[in-house]
T-cell receptor, first 115, second 111 residues
Framework: DAGVIQSPRHEVTEMGQEVTLRCKPI?????LFWYRQTMMRGLELLIY????????DSGMPEDRFSAKMPNASFSTLKIQPSEPRDSAVYFC?????????????FGPGTRLTVL | KQEVTQIPAALSVPEGENLVLNCSFT??????LQWFRQDPGKGLTSLLL?????REQTSGRLNASLDKSSGRSTLYIAASQPGDSATYLC??????????FGTGTRLQVTL
């Protein structure tokens, strides 16, 4: 298996622009997680899905952030409009099962820079 | 709210030494604990997963222990190598299947 795939790997955009990050989880995994990593706050969970349904979005910082999972093999994280403080590395992870069973596997991340 | 702390924040050791990284968490109601490795500019690589009912897990030169009642885990690395240089993160899965990450230990193994 190719592992969790994320695109783009790097994104540079200007403040106010819309940004869309993409993720393909490991085939067969039923949980998908979006994380953000910054120097100041470390790794934070933004939202996670189970069987394509959002379960907990309490980590989404603002209404400017939205996430979708239209099918089992694809998810997007959208920021509209983007701001400089959104600059971070965004990771997608997937797992088979959760809680007790759920070893999470991470993608390579998308490094977002908002100018 | 679960809080995960890792000590030390940074560590430098000469090649060949055995070393221990520490992780502590405030809420013992966890499902499992996972140790990750992160190389600069890269994603996270899962190293070991310990279920809450287990005491330890081993993979090659790595051994992770878990004492859930005291809220502690250790990652033991035997015979360290320069290739082990990376940041090591521990994370616990609590209720609602959420992973809470520690602050990480940056390890440098020198020749």
């Amino acid at each position: 298996d190719a592992g969790v795939i994320q695109s783009p790997r790097h994104e540079v955009t200007e403040m106010g622009q819309e940004v869309t990050l993409r993720c393909k989880p490991i085939s067969g995994h039923d949980y998908l997680f979006w994380y953000r990593q910054t120097m100041m706050r470390g790794l934070e969970l933004l939202i996670y899905f189970n069987n394509n349904v959002p379960i907990d979005d309490s980590g989404m910082p603002e209404d400017r952030f939205s996430a979708k999972m239209p099918n089992a093999s694809f998810s997007t994280l959208k920021i509209q409009p983007s701001e400089p403080r959104d600059s971070a590395v965004y990771f997608c992870a997937s797992s088979l099962g959760a809680g007790r069973a759920g070893e999470q596997f991470f993608g390579p991340g998308t490094r977002l820079t908002v100018l | 709210k679960q809080e995960v702390t890792q000590i030390p924040a940074a560590l430098s050791v000469p090649e060949g030494e055995n070393l221990v990284l520490n992780c502590s968490f405030t809420d013992s109601a966890i499902y499992n604990l996972q140790w990750f490795r992160q190389d600069p500019g890269k994603g996270l690589t899962s190293l070991l997963l310990i279920q809450s009912s287990q005491r330890e897990q081993t993979s090659g030169r790595l051994n992770a222990s878990l004492d859930k009642s005291s809220g502690r885990s250790t990652l033991y690395i035997a015979a360290s190598q320069p290739g082990d240089s990376a940041t090591y993160l521990c994370a616990v899965t609590g209720t609602a299947s959420k992973l809470t990450f520690g602050t990480g230990t940056r390890l440098q193994v020198t020749l």
